[in-house]
């Protein structure tokens, strides 16, 4: 509860800095790269939205929106310039960061990133939405108070956020997710022996579809709810309508399911339509 009245109480700030600051300005930048020429992607905004895919040519591009709000127009735009995007390479690492002056006025940018496919991503990111697309070189997303999806990934995926809810579909390989006050629905077509899947939020609901194939161990728990395996024939080392644990196959990967005030649901994949989670 303390965590939604301080989302609250911040969207009522903005709501007033919006009310007094009613010009916005903004610009767009676009960079762009080989896509032979870096391996791992590292984006860092705030207060925006961020969109990843893949992209089909020879050349990747990274747009950034950056926004600003002032008083009156020359405000805006005074304020707009004062937004920096700093560039850099370093080995094959490709790192854009949007540098923000100190500013209770409202301002922030969006990224639209179109990269290949087998590349590493790292988005780092506040109070906007995250959405990666056919990335499978792995993908880590940090935010807050912003919902997060993943559709057809693969490789290593982290997510942390706040206040939100994460869809993750049709990944392939390890999963760790952190939120809070929201739920978490995630679809694993694919968990290899030497990974681990690690879901955790509170005052939310948890639905994990594995596939049929999994070998994994099993640790479940919510505070208020209920538990439930279906689909696989799972021997049970404890099981009650808080808590299981449980071994499905020789138990060669890790998976770990925790909430609060929340039912948890694992499944297989199979028995649903095409791996989509209800």
Same mark, same amino acid.
């Given at each position: 509860?303390?965590?939604? @009245?301080?989302?609250?109480?911040?969207?009522?700030?903005?709501?007033?800095?919006?009310?007094?600051?009613?010009?916005?300005?903004?610009?767009?930048?676009?960079?762009?790269?080989?896509? $032979?020429?870096?391996?791992?992607?590292?984006?860092? @905004?705030?207060?925006?939205?961020?969109? *990843?895919?893949?992209?089909? $040519?020879?050349?990747? %591009?990274?747009?950034?929106?950056?926004?600003?709000?002032?008083?009156?127009?020359?405000?805006?735009?005074?304020?707009?310039?004062?937004?920096?995007?700093?560039?850099?390479?370093?080995?094959?690492?490709?790192?854009?960061?949007?540098?923000? &002056?100190?500013?209770?006025?409202? %301002?922030?940018?969006?990224?639209?990133?179109?990269?290949?496919?087998?590349? $590493?991503?790292?988005?780092?990111?506040?109070?906007?939405?995250?959405?990666?697309?056919?990335?499978?070189?792995?993908?880590?997303?940090?935010?807050?108070?912003?919902?997060?999806?993943?559709?057809?990934?693969?490789?290593?995926?982290?997510?942390?956020?706040?206040?939100?809810?994460?869809? #993750?579909? *049709?990944?392939?390989?390890?999963? @760790?997710?952190?939120?809070?006050?929201? $739920?978490?629905?995630?679809?694993?077509?694919?968990? &290899?022996?030497?990974?681990? *899947?690690?879901?955790? /939020?509170?005052?939310?609901?948890?639905?994990?579809?594995? &596939?049929?194939? #999994?070998?994994?161990?099993?640790?479940?728990? /919510?505070?208020?709810?209920?538990?439930?395996?279906?689909?696989?024939?799972?021997?049970?080392?404890?099981?009650? %309508?808080?808590?299981?644990?449980?071994?499905?196959?020789?138990?060669?990967?890790? *998976?770990?399911? /925790? @909430?609060?005030?929340?039912?948890?649901?694992? %499944?297989?994949?199979?028995?649903?339509?095409?791996?989509?989670?209800?």
């Amino acid at each position: 509860m303390r965590n939604r @009245t301080g989302l609250l109480a911040g969207t009522g700030l903005l709501a007033l800095l919006a009310c007094l600051y009613t010009y916005k300005a903004d610009a767009t930048d676009t960079f762009s790269r080989a896509v $032979e020429s870096f391996r791992e992607v590292n984006v860092e @905004t705030k207060n925006g939205a961020v969109t *990843v895919s893949p992209v089909a $040519e020879s050349v990747a %591009q990274i747009q950034i929106l950056r926004y600003a709000y002032g008083k009156d127009r020359e405000d805006a735009q005074r304020r707009l310039e004062q937004i920096a995007v700093r560039e850099s390479v370093t080995g094959e690492e490709w790192h854009l960061r949007v540098n923000f &002056p100190a500013s209770s006025v409202p %301002q922030g940018a969006n990224v639209t990133a179109r990269l290949p496919e087998n590349a $590493e991503v790292s988005v780092t990111t506040s109070n906007g939405r995250v959405s990666v697309a056919g990335i499978n070189g792995g993908v880590a997303v940090i935010t807050s108070n912003g919902s997060v999806e993943f559709t057809g990934t693969g490789g290593d995926g982290y997510i942390s956020t706040t206040n939100a809810d994460v869809h #993750v579909r *049709v990944h392939e390989g390890g999963m @760790t997710v952190n939120t809070s006050n929201g $739920e978490i629905e995630c679809d694993l077509s694919a968990l &290899p022996a030497v990974k681990s *899947v690690s879901l955790n /939020t509170s005052n939310g609901r948890v639905v994990l579809s594995l &596939p049929p194939d #999994v070998s994994c161990r099993i640790t479940a728990s /919510t505070s208020n709810g209920t538990v439930v395996i279906t689909g696989f024939r799972a021997e049970y080392e404890e099981q009650s %309508q808080i808590r299981v644990r449980a071994r499905i196959g020789s138990g060669a990967s890790s *998976v770990t399911v /925790t @909430t609060t005030n929340g039912d948890i649901l694992i %499944q297989n994949r199979s028995h649903t339509a095409g791996g989509l989670i209800y």
